[in-house]
């Protein structure tokens, strides 16, 4: 018997279920992550090796960017006069940049850099085809982190294991800083050319200004630097540079960082390069920067090439200038005097010095060390100690009034002469070998007579003018005996003409400054080198003797320079055999001293005294100020 469905033995086994296709996803999932791992494994590792084996420097000096600073010196207005330096740098925040010029740089040199991890991919393949064209490797395609890591922690030279460390650092670097501080970094430390380190300093090298006051032209110019400084410079190659600044304007325009009227009115705009030398009338400035610079130096106990301080002087330019002519010209001739007179075959030349205080403040406003710092470095206002002749008298003449004598007191001018301790006969003579019997004081100091100074030294005693000395400045050694009232102490030409200050401030005395102040860079300010004044002798005493010095330039051996109007007081001096000579004047605003002679101490001439010789320089500086007054 048959049956249409078959028995359960007759029929097809059942088909085995196949696997989920979820389990051969996970199966494949998992080893994806296993191969992802071994390739970061493999690139960590390959990394570690290359930070062991290449020597990778380590990026915390980044993270801490302390670079050397230019130390900058500022006169009485403001403006920078000097750098002190190893390398020409001023850090500056980017919030005292121009707004425009981060973005120069940026649209020159890395127009990705706020997208790209520290490495741009597409200027590197860029790169490297040109490179494989052109057979070398002069296409870098560095982006500005990279140029940070170049800069800091590796050497310029162009090799693959370089570019590699390199490209290592930027990242690293990227992945600790922010884009602004990356920029920042780089924006101060960049080699831009005429010895300038970073923005600051390479706006103070081409324009003489500010960052902050730089023009969109000059921002351009600046931006187009760092590709190759030397070619690029506007000093060295300004059609080069014009091309580079075309260039960098083009590039912000199409960044859409300016508009196309904006680039093009940058590049026709005229741009005024500052054309100075680095030296940049050291040979002028260079005696009084030099002062201020051991001053600072002796003050700070570190480096000023590396410190970064910002030292603003008591300096003034254009009375610095006027002082250095005055001095040249008064040099020369007396040069051509003492050639006419029988020594035409002069060793050297003779020098002079001539330091400017301004009377209301005590500020040192001129300072002329030599006729030129670059050839003679040796400073005759502050390190040269000559003797003071009868430029000296002025102190004993004082010192007497303060002890009751008057202007018109009398006192012998005969010849005199005194026994010494050791038996020997000192016997002073005047000038000239004249004598004038009973003369006034006010009389004998005009005339300069030295019989009477030395008489009223005698009176008034050495110890006594030994005080008021000190009193006013004087550090040097002063000799105990009668010779001191003819000026044989050995004093510096800063000391003896701030020893008058008195005479022109009613008796009181302030040491002379030549520092207002000091900025730290992390804007700290230190007080400068002004002191409080004194009263080191009485009002009627000084008023006193600012009219006897007033005589000495109305009546007596000042009168060469009482061509010029208003209150002019001072005193001449002149050394044994006419060795060194002297004026210390004054008028209602600068005690002005002045001195001139050789530096191996040899005789000027007979003919040559402080009334002569000194006197000229010191009517010829003030003369020249006239429409250039101290404020």
Same mark, same amino acid.
């Given at each position: 018997?048959?049956?249409?469905?078959?028995?359960?033995?007759?029929?097809?086994?059942?088909?085995?279920?196949?696997?989920?296709?979820?389990?051969?996803?996970?199966?494949?999932?998992?080893?994806?992550?296993?191969?992802?791992?071994?390739?970061?494994?493999?690139?960590?590792?390959?990394?570690?090796?290359?930070?062991?084996?290449?020597?990778?420097?380590?990026?915390?000096?980044?993270?801490?960017?302390?670079?050397?600073?230019?130390?900058?010196?500022?006169?009485?207005?403001?403006?920078?006069?000097?750098?002190?330096?190893?390398?020409?740098?001023?850090?500056?925040?980017?919030?005292?940049?121009?707004?425009?010029?981060?973005?120069?740089?940026?649209?020159?040199?890395?127009?990705?850099?706020?997208?790209?991890?520290?490495?741009?991919?597409?200027?590197?393949?860029?790169?490297?085809?040109?490179?494989?064209?052109?057979?070398?490797?002069?296409?870098?395609?560095?982006?500005?982190?990279?140029?940070?890591?170049?800069?800091?922690?590796?050497?310029?030279?162009?090799?693959?294991?370089?570019?590699?460390?390199?490209?290592?650092?930027?990242?690293?670097?990227?992945?600790?800083?922010?884009?602004?501080?990356?920029?920042?970094?780089?924006?101060?430390?960049?080699?831009?050319?005429?010895?300038?380190?970073?923005?600051?300093?390479?706006?103070?090298?081409?324009?003489?200004?500010?960052?902050?006051?730089?023009?969109?032209?000059?921002?351009?110019?600046?931006?187009?630097?760092?590709?190759?400084?030397?070619?690029?410079?506007?000093?060295?190659?300004?059609?080069?540079?014009?091309?580079?600044?075309?260039?960098?304007?083009?590039?912000?325009?199409?960044?859409?960082?300016?508009?196309?009227?904006?680039?093009?009115?940058?590049?026709?705009?005229?741009?005024?390069?500052?054309?100075?030398?680095?030296?940049?009338?050291?040979?002028?400035?260079?005696?009084?920067?030099?002062?201020?610079?051991?001053?600072?130096?002796?003050?700070?106990?570190?480096?000023?090439?590396?410190?970064?301080?910002?030292?603003?002087?008591?300096?003034?330019?254009?009375?610095?200038?006027?002082?250095?002519?005055?001095?040249?010209?008064?040099?020369?001739?007396?040069?051509?005097?003492?050639?006419?007179?029988?020594?035409?075959?002069?060793?050297?030349?003779?020098?002079?010095?001539?330091?400017?205080?301004?009377?209301?403040?005590?500020?040192?406003?001129?300072?002329?060390?030599?006729?030129?710092?670059?050839?003679?470095?040796?400073?005759?206002?502050?390190?040269?100690?000559?003797?003071?002749?009868? =430029?000296?008298? #002025?102190?004993?003449?004082?010192? !007497? /009034? $303060?002890?009751?004598?008057?202007?018109?007191?009398? *006192?012998?001018? @005969?010849?005199?002469?005194?026994?010494?301790?050791?038996?020997?006969?000192?016997?002073?003579?005047?000038?000239?070998?004249?004598?004038?019997?009973?003369?006034?004081?006010?009389?004998?100091?005009?005339?300069?007579?030295?019989?009477?100074?030395?008489?009223?030294?005698?009176?008034?005693?050495?110890?006594?003018?030994?005080?008021?000395?000190?009193?006013?400045?004087?550090? =040097?050694?002063? #000799?105990?005996?009668?010779?001191? !009232? /003819? $000026?044989?102490?050995?004093?510096?030409?800063?000391? *003896?003409?701030? @020893?008058?200050?008195?005479?022109?401030?009613?008796?009181?005395?302030?040491?002379?400054?030549?520092?207002?102040?000091?900025?730290?860079?992390?804007?700290?300010?230190?007080?400068?080198?002004?002191?409080?004044?004194?009263?080191?002798?009485?009002?009627?005493?000084?008023?006193?003797?600012?009219?006897?010095?007033?005589?000495?330039?109305?009546?007596?051996?000042?009168?060469?320079?009482?061509?010029?109007?208003?209150?002019?007081?001072?005193?001449?001096?002149?050394?044994?055999?006419?060795?060194?000579?002297?004026?210390?004047?004054?008028?209602?605003?600068?005690?002005?001293?002045?001195?001139?002679?050789?530096?191996?101490?040899?005789?000027?001439?007979?003919?040559?005294?402080?009334?002569?010789?000194?006197?000229?320089?010191?009517?010829?500086?003030?003369?020249?100020?006239?429409?250039?007054?101290?404020?």
């Amino acid at each position: 018997m048959s049956s249409e469905n078959p028995s359960p033995a007759e029929q097809p086994p059942a088909p085995v279920p196949k696997k989920p296709r979820k389990i051969r996803s996970e199966r494949h999932i998992i080893g994806l992550l296993f191969g992802i791992c071994l390739i970061l494994t493999f690139f960590l590792g390959s990394l570690l090796f290359a930070l062991v084996t290449l020597h990778v420097p380590n990026i915390s000096t980044v993270a801490h960017y302390q670079p050397p600073q230019a130390t900058l010196i500022y006169d009485r207005h403001g403006q920078i006069v000097d750098r002190i330096f190893t390398e020409n740098r001023t850090v500056i925040p980017l919030s005292a940049m121009p707004d425009l010029l981060p973005k120069a740089f940026i649209a020159a040199e890395d127009n990705r850099f706020f997208e790209h991890p520290g490495l741009d991919f597409f200027s590197v393949i860029r790169a490297a085809i040109v490179n494989l064209r052109r057979g070398e490797r002069g296409q870098g395609g560095s982006t500005i982190t990279q140029q940070v890591a170049r800069s800091l922690l590796l050497t310029p030279e162009k090799t693959y294991v370089r570019k590699f460390k390199e490209a290592i650092l930027a990242w690293r670097i990227d992945t600790l800083l922010s884009k602004e501080e990356i920029l920042y970094i780089y924006l101060n430390q960049i080699y831009l050319g005429s010895g300038a380190h970073g923005v600051e300093a390479a706006s103070q090298a081409y324009f003489k200004k500010r960052a902050s006051e730089l023009s969109l032209a000059e921002m351009a110019v600046l931006a187009g630097l760092p590709q190759a400084p030397s070619n690029y410079s506007p000093l060295a190659y300004p059609k080069r540079a014009v091309a580079r600044q075309m260039y960098v304007l083009n590039r912000m325009a199409a960044a859409g960082y300016i508009s196309a009227d904006q680039a093009r009115e940058a590049y026709l705009s005229k741009i005024t390069y500052r054309n100075a030398t680095t030296a940049d009338h050291l040979d002028e400035n260079g005696y009084y920067f030099e002062v201020v610079r051991k001053a600072v130096q002796g003050r700070m106990g570190i480096p000023l090439e590396t410190a970064g301080l910002r030292i603003y002087t008591t300096f003034d330019t254009e009375m610095q200038h006027r002082a250095v002519l005055a001095v040249r010209a008064g040099v020369q001739e007396a040069s051509e005097r003492i050639a006419k007179k029988g020594k035409a075959k002069i060793p050297q030349m003779p020098q002079a010095a001539l330091v400017s205080i301004e009377i209301s403040t005590s500020k040192v406003r001129a300072l002329v060390g030599g006729t030129d710092y670059l050839k003679y470095s040796f400073d005759r206002v502050t390190q040269a100690k000559r003797q003071a002749g009868s =430029s000296f008298k #002025p102190l004993v003449y004082a010192t !007497a /009034l $303060g002890m009751g004598w008057e202007p018109e007191s009398y *006192l012998s001018d @005969a010849p005199f002469s005194i026994t010494g301790r050791n038996g020997a006969r000192w016997q002073p003579k005047n000038y000239g070998g004249k004598y004038h019997g009973e003369v006034t004081l006010a009389e004998a100091l005009a005339n300069s007579y030295n019989m009477v100074a030395v008489r009223l030294l005698q009176h008034v005693g050495a110890k006594n003018v030994h005080a008021l000395a000190r009193s006013v400045g004087i550090t =040097s050694y002063l #000799p105990p005996d009668l010779s001191l !009232a /003819l $000026g044989s102490a050995d004093v510096t030409l800063l000391e *003896l003409t701030s @020893a008058y200050t008195p005479f022109t401030r009613q008796g009181r005395y302030c040491p002379p400054s030549f520092i207002e102040r000091i900025e730290l860079p992390d804007g700290t300010v230190l007080p400068g080198d002004g002191a409080e004044e004194r009263q080191v002798m009485e009002m009627p005493v000084a008023d006193k003797m600012r009219q006897m010095l007033e005589g000495v330039v109305r009546e007596g051996t000042g009168r060469r320079v009482a061509v010029l109007t208003g209150s002019i007081g001072g005193k001449t001096g002149t050394s044994n055999e006419n060795r060194d000579t002297w004026f210390i004047g004054f008028n209602e605003k600068l005690l002005t001293g002045v001195w001139v002679g050789f530096d191996d101490n040899q005789s000027l001439g007979g003919e040559e005294t402080g009334g002569r010789t000194a006197a000229p320089i010191w009517l010829a500086f003030i003369q020249a100020l006239q429409n250039f007054p101290a404020n």
